[in-house]
Nanobody, 119 residues
Framework: QLQLVESGGGLVQPGGSLTLSCAVSGGTLDTYAISWFRQAPGKDREAVSCISKRGLQVYVTEVLRGRFTTSRDTVKNMVYLRMNSLKPEDSAVYSC????????????WGAGTLVNVSS
């Protein structure tokens, strides 16, 4: 069974940067697509990014392109979310999720890591 553990969240000032990490175990990145989602208090969960299995396709939600990028390290079995020029509205719990295909419905989820963008 795929297991995912996020890290790297915290408090960051507006305009700052943060890199989130997702440690994947129980499967490889050539077998599973890994997505990032976020959910702010009182709001619906929204998709942020996805890297397809074998890394052939990389998606970032259009409104976040140019500020957010995602990447992976197949040796470490890690997926990263690099967030630049952070805004207060980026504050949310960020979760990584895995499944065989990129989708809004993923089978395996991490517990999430909190990102708070505030001065």
């Amino acid at each position: 069974q795929l297991q995912l553990v996020e890290s790297g969240g915290g408090l960051v000032q507006p305009g700052g940067s943060l890199t989130l990490s997702c440690a994947v175990s129980g499967g490889t990145l050539d077998t599973y697509a890994i997505s990032w989602f976020r959910q702010a208090p009182g709001k619906d969960r929204e998709a942020v990014s996805c890297i397809s299995k074998r890394g052939l396709q990389v998606y970032v939600t259009e409104v976040l392109r140019g500020r957010f990028t995602t990447s992976r390290d197949t040796v470490k079995n890690m997926v990263y979310l690099r967030m630049n020029s952070l805004k207060p509205e980026d504050s949310a719990v960020y979760s990584c999720a895995g499944d065989h295909f990129c989708s809004d419905i993923m089978d395996y989820w991490g517990a999430g890591t909190l990102v708070n963008v505030s001065s």
